[in-house]
């Protein structure tokens, strides 16, 4: 009879990786447009005839704070206020040798009033009337009303001028040196450059892990600039819909664009004694296989978080032999050899 050989045992050839734990940071990816921080509608308050200036409120044209934006004749509304000035200065040298006579005390402080006066500058204060006379002769001699009258006036003239809130530019509009502007017609809109909020939604789910200051990681679809930014503030309730919630975050950057699309993470909270690995490695996500003396042994892990085609699991020990790869058949106690770690 031919001699028995013993049958020969045959090991698999795998790739392992020693396990190294760490405090990791959970990663929430999202998606959103960029909305400016700080934007105006600009509707004049008055009626009249756009000025010429050395800037053209155009798309894109640049202004500075304290720059004016536009611009509006309006110099019959001015003739008419140096008119009501000077009027009032009349009204008030009438009254004085009246308050001379009877209210000596008051003399002094509204003849210097009155001397302040110019019809080319805006009216100085009124001065204090304790003396309830005296005010109710300076209300029938109709000063106070001819003051307050010139202050509205003062007011109105001051809408003439539209100034730059803040350093930026035109995002809406075009209007031209010599339209006639109406009072309530929308001329367009003004933005702050470079600080925008980056507004997107994500899963309720992961709201939990997410507090207003923490960082977030952006970069234009296609590119490889990133763009770095803070939550400054959650939505309150979570959409019925879709069970999503919504979060801003700041985002400085003169590249950057309104209406532009970003992608990126928030880091949310932290894990301690986990490791990334990919997830086609967890079974059933319950457990992975590591070798133990050439043999492959089920581990129970936990999965933490799920980020693209990672996985963040705890429950592995430091130095333990990860099978990292995929392998169809396997199972507990097959026979292997490590190819490298």
Known sequence: APERKTPQKTFRLVKTMEVQNDTLIQLIAVQGKLIAQEKVEIYPEVTGKLLSSDKAFKVGQQFS????????????????LKSQRSAFISALSQVLPDIKIDYPDAFNAWQSFSQQIDPLKSLPSLPEVEDAQLKNFLSGRNIFQQFFAIRSLEDRQSKFTILAPFDGSVSQGSVNAGTVLRTGQKVGEFMKNGVFEFEAAIPGKDAVDINVGDKVSLKIQGSAKTFEGQIIRMASNIDPNNQRIAIYARVEGNALKEGLYLEGTIEASQINNAIAINHNLVIDDEYVYVVQDTILVKKPVVIQDKFKENA????????DLLLNQVIQGAYEGMLVKTESK
């Open 65 to 80: 704070k304290g720059e004016v934006l536009l611009a509006i004749d309006g110099n019959e509304s001015l003739l008419n």
């Open 312 to 319: 963040l699991v705890t429950g592995l020990e430091e130095g």
